[in-house]
């Protein structure tokens, strides 16, 4: 009997204790949520109180290399992990809207076959994209603007097709970026001096430049030290990983060409276009190319045209074509820049210049709009799979002739956190100066939290960024910094037309459907970020799918970080460890009351040379 009274005892003191751990652990929870709210005066204490008797278990999560040490897998799943396997190696290097095999069965005029063609469901890869074998860490920048480790991207063929023109070398086991290119073999600083002497580019007026077919992005690789920041794209062609060298190279840079479709970005964007050597038919299509140009170049704005046509007279020889030919190609230029009331401001050796005008009504030639064919779509930033066609884009009215059309600009870095044009003049709809102020604050405040989670965010560890959901660019301009710079993605089903306000703010960034995959090579991005994605897409198409694309674009190592409602977040969670990502979910920084939680993720180094992965 005694034994029988000594277990209740037991049983009824275990079942007293629970209870008072579970009641001390609610208490202290509503203690912390109190302290995060901002109301009481013990604020301070209850926070202590709170880290002391935290309740909710998270692992330690590392953001180091895999030279320094290893980080931990979070262990608190709610239902069990799909596991990934690796793709076969051939896959290493595999753009899907970019495949070669593909491309050749659509039509090669006017670039068709280069441009986006993406696999249906059912032929979409469902495994994990290897890295080469010896893949290693990028250079940091500036280091990496020069060199590109050769195990990174193992293609040697423009180290001979380019040799001359200074692209590229291959020395030991790097590739060295000479910094020269098809019309400045000297080096890009000495072109971009000359350019200088003619455009505004050391005050600030010119942050934003387009660079059509730039080879390696050595153009925008330089300007970067202007604080300048280019958006260089060139197609996936026979110059093999033109555009993978750019971005290991740390400098902004998309797979694309100027085809049948519209760019993926919005009007009146880019302070500055260019194209050197870029074999782009300017005079074809009716102008359709320059076209094009004027519609995302900025009232105000420049465009380069370095070599051929430019001064055929003397060059043709060299150019191996007909005196005829070249005059008709430049004449054809030339009559097209006056047709888009572009007002030619220099031409020096092989180098033109024109300069956009800054509204119509400075235009005397547009005032008899008989001779001119306008577009007739009313939403010039609705570009999303939509044919480019030979028709001028519409500025925005003006009330006088000094006016610039949809709002004078400041020079960088004011315009960063000033109020964009496009939201001042109430051109996006429902969206109010204020509430960009109060976008503008709030990131802040995230981007303060993130850093204290990810030590290394704000370093300059991470130099290629990714913002999935970019908004009106907060987070970009929350962490702006020479040492990284963020393609700011806005979804093209996203709920307002921000891309445009963006650019205002000097940042650059793409339309895209995330229902696909992105225009770049596997392995280019350091750091992806995505705010409110998986909840925007809900429905639309695959969690897994995005989820594997964003593998595919970051680099082993790489971290991500995801803000969205915890349910949402938990199902996230359980499909990224099964991609090798070590993952920690945290409280949203005002506090466990809130919905919206921080999923941090970095993605573990392992390399191809799997024989037995199947796709």
């Not at 275990?14 to 001390?24: A, H, R």
């Not at 580019?201 to 010119?206: L, Q």
């Not at 359709?288 to 900025?298: F, G, H, K, T, W």
Request: charged share 25%; hydrophobic share 35%; aromatic share 10%.
């Amino acid at each position: 009997m005694a034994l029988k009274a000594s277990s209740v005892d037991n049983r009824t003191r275990s079942t007293v204790s629970l209870c008072i751990v579970v009641g001390m652990c609610c208490f202290f929870y509503i203690i912390g949520a109190w302290q995060k709210s901002g109301f009481g005066k013990g604020d301070s204490i209850a926070l202590e109180i709170t880290k002391r008797t935290d309740c909710t278990v998270l692992p330690n999560l590392s953001f180091d290399t895999h030279n320094s040490k290893a980080g931990s897998s979070s262990s608190d799943l709610v239902s069990p992990v799909k596991k990934f396997k690796p793709c076969p190696d051939q896959y290493a290097d595999y753009t899907p809207c970019q495949d070669q095999n593909r491309a050749m069965k659509f039509p090669r005029e006017n670039m068709n076959y280069r441009e986006r063609h993406c696999p249906a469901q059912k032929e979409k890869l469902h495994c994990l994209i290897p890295p080469p074998k010896g893949y290693v860490a990028p250079f940091p920048w500036p280091k990496s603007r020069d060199y590109v480790p050769f195990a990174n991207c193992p293609y040697k063929s423009l180290t001979v097709e380019k040799a001359i023109q200074n692209w590229v070398q291959y020395e030991g086991n790097v590739f060295r970026f000479p910094g020269g290119g098809t019309q400045f073999p000297q080096g890009a600083d000495k072109y971009i001096d000359q350019l200088a002497s003619v455009i505004p580019i050391a005050n600030g007026t010119v942050r934003t430049a387009l660079d059509t077919g730039c080879g390696v992005a050595s153009w925008g690789a330089y300007l970067l030290k202007r604080n300048v920041l280019a958006m260089s794209f060139a197609p996936r062609d026979s110059h093999e990983a033109q555009v993978q060298f750019a971005l290991e190279r740390g400098v902004p840079a998309v797979i694309g060409v100027l085809g049948t479709i519209k760019l993926p970005y919005p009007s009146r964007a880019f302070d500055m276009a260019h194209c050197s050597r870029c074999l782009i038919p300017w005079g074809a299509n009716d102008g359709m190319y320059m076209m094009e140009v004027d519609r995302v170049l900025r009232p105000g704005g420049y465009w380069v045209l370095s070599g051929p046509p430019i001064n055929w007279k003397v060059n043709y020889k060299g150019w191996q074509r007909t005196k005829k030919d070249l005059e008709a190609e430049q004449n054809r230029i030339e009559e097209i820049a006056e047709l888009l009331c572009w007002e030619k401001v220099s031409e020096k050796g092989e180098m033109a210049i024109w300069r956009k005008r800054v509204n119509t009504e400075s235009c005397p030639s547009r005032q008899d709009e008989s001779t001119v064919q306008m577009c007739e779509s009313t939403n010039p930033d609705d570009v999303w799979y939509k044919k480019m066609k030979a028709c001028v884009t519409p500025l925005p009215d003006v009330k006088d002739e000094s006016e610039v059309a949809g709002g004078a600009i400041k020079p960088f870095p004011g315009r960063l956190n000033a109020v964009p044009p496009r939201i001042a003049n109430g051109l996006i709809p429902g969206v109010s100066s204020q509430a960009f102020q109060k976008d503008n604050k709030m990131w802040k405040k995230h981007v303060k939290a993130y850093s204290t989670v990810n030590k290394y965010l704000l370093t300059g560890r991470y130099r290629n960024i990714m913002d999935m959901n970019a908004g009106y660019g907060g987070f970009a301009a929350a962490i702006e910094s020479p040492k990284s710079w963020v393609m700011n993605v806005v979804p093209t089903i996203a709920k307002m037309p921000t891309l445009g306000a963006v650019y205002e703010r000097g940042l650059i960034g793409i339309y895209h459907d995330w229902c696909e995959a992105f225009s770049t090579y596997p392995r280019t991005y350091d750091l992806i970020h995505a705010s409110g994605l998986f909840t925007l897409y809900k429905n639309k198409c695959s969690m897994e799918d995005v989820l594997l694309e964003m593998d595919r674009i970051l680099r082993p190592e790489g971290a991500v970080i995801v803000r969205d409602d915890v349910d949402i977040l938990t199902k996230v969670n359980s499909l990224a460890q099964g991609m090798r990502w070590n993952t920690k979910m945290v409280d949203h920084e005002d506090g466990p009351l809130v919905r919206e939680k921080i999923l941090y993720a970095v993605k573990q180094y392992w390399v191809g040379g799997n024989q037995t992965a199947v796709a």
